[in-house]
């Protein structure tokens, strides 16, 4: 056989692989309609939501509130402006908003997608998400997330945070850039004090797009715990070029400083 007959054998063989994957699709559909029931609970639903979710699991969510940190959007006890947190430290990121506090049924949803694989929460993680971004007037030109180190990646096999930008970024129309990459693991993060993980974190992440120069950056990551990782990677970002950085996350823990929780 000559080169070209061959690779036109090799393109056929495709084609048909392609038909016959196709078909075995739209039989599973057909044998399999795709049920519709609560992200949380599983309860059947009636009809396809904005959210996945059912009325008494949309209710029982933790949402932030009004009464929230200026700075970063963590849910106050007080009439003050900022947290304790944010009184006390600069952030390299310009504000952070969340539409849930990292407790309840919002912990359970991010503990699903992140530990038990439960791929199909993002839609409505990321529809909140997209949805805080509007009401709290928030702006930018481009999406990036937070990454992970490859032996972590291998670890999980996805990088959550990836997969909620994927979505905000489709929900918002703005362009996602793959522009950090982490150069070492840091998995031991949990047991650390904040101001550790702040040094454990310093100089990890690379920026290695340089279309964020000049622009209005939104940094998407799946709960903002101490606030040390956001801060770590709007310093990168702006060591870079950008003009400013966003943050957004599924949730943000309310504990003022936490040691146990997990990054
Ligand atoms: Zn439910
Ligand atoms: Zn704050």
Known sequence: MTTDAASKAEMAAAKLKRAAQNFGEALFDALYPEQ????????????RGRYNLCAKCLEELPYVGDKICVNCGMPLEDEGEYCLRCQNNESAFKLCRAPFVYDGLARQMIYALKFSAKKYIVGTLGAFMADTFLERGMNAEIA??????????????FNQSELLARDVADRLNL??????????????????????????????????????????????????????????????????GAREVSVLTAAITKQKISFEQDD
């Open 36 to 47: 519709l029931s609560c992200d949380i609970c599983l309860e059947d639903l009636q009809e």
């Open 175 to 240: 362009p996602l850039l793959p522009a950090l990459i982490k150069k070492k693991s840091t998995s031991e993060q949990k047991e650390l004090t904040a101001r550790e993980r702040a040094a454990n974190l310093e100089g990890v992440f690379e920026c290695v797009f340089p279309q964020v120069k000049k622009r209005s950056v939104l940094l998407i990551d799946d709960v903002f715990t101490t606030g040390a990782t956001s801060n770590e990677c709007a310093k990168t970002l702006l060591k870079a």
């Open 144 to 157: 990036v997330f937070v990454p992970m180190a490859q032996e972590e990646i291998k670890k999980r096999g």
